[in-house]
């Protein structure tokens, strides 16, 4: 079976995150977390910040990994490497996807998610829920 590695970008801006919804091939219509493949040598966060650049024209931020998921697909093995990211400078144009929103995580299965993007979630609420409460504890 044929095996994908690529990276995803978690894009937070306060309690919300940025989703985008595919425009093309054989999840047309589908949502996931922005990114794409790694090229050869590429560190995973390079790779992030090359591809929302290019599909987004938005400089971003690594910030933190919050997992990679290993998922097959009927024609393909994909592993993913997901990190919670935010904006530098730019609107998050999209230049390859359909649509986008930004929802928080109490409404974040609204949309028809990917299913490798959708094993993403638990982790992330987890990291969230972490980041949000070492946050209190600073300000506290």
Request: aromatic share 8%; glycine share 6%.
């Amino acid at each position: 079976m044929k095996h994908i590695e690529v990276v995803a970008a978690i894009i937070k801006s306060g309690n919300k995150i940025f989703t985008t919804q595919r425009g093309y091939g054989d999840f047309k219509d589908m949502w996931e977390f922005p990114g794409g493949k790694m090229e050869p040598g590429e560190t995973p966060e390079a790779a992030l910040v090359r591809e929302i650049k290019e599909e987004l024209a938005t400089d971003i931020a690594v910030d933190q990994f919050v997992c990679t998921i290993e998922h097959d697909y009927p024609t393909f093995h994909l592993t993913m490497h997901n990190y919670l990211c935010h904006v530098v400078s730019g609107n998050l144009e999209l230049l390859e996807h359909e649509a986008a929103q930004w929802l928080d995580l109490e409404h974040i299965n609204v949309v028809n998610w990917l299913p490798a993007d959708l094993k993403i979630l638990e982790p992330l609420k987890q990291i969230i829920d972490i980041t949000e409460c070492q946050q209190d504890m600073k300000n506290g």
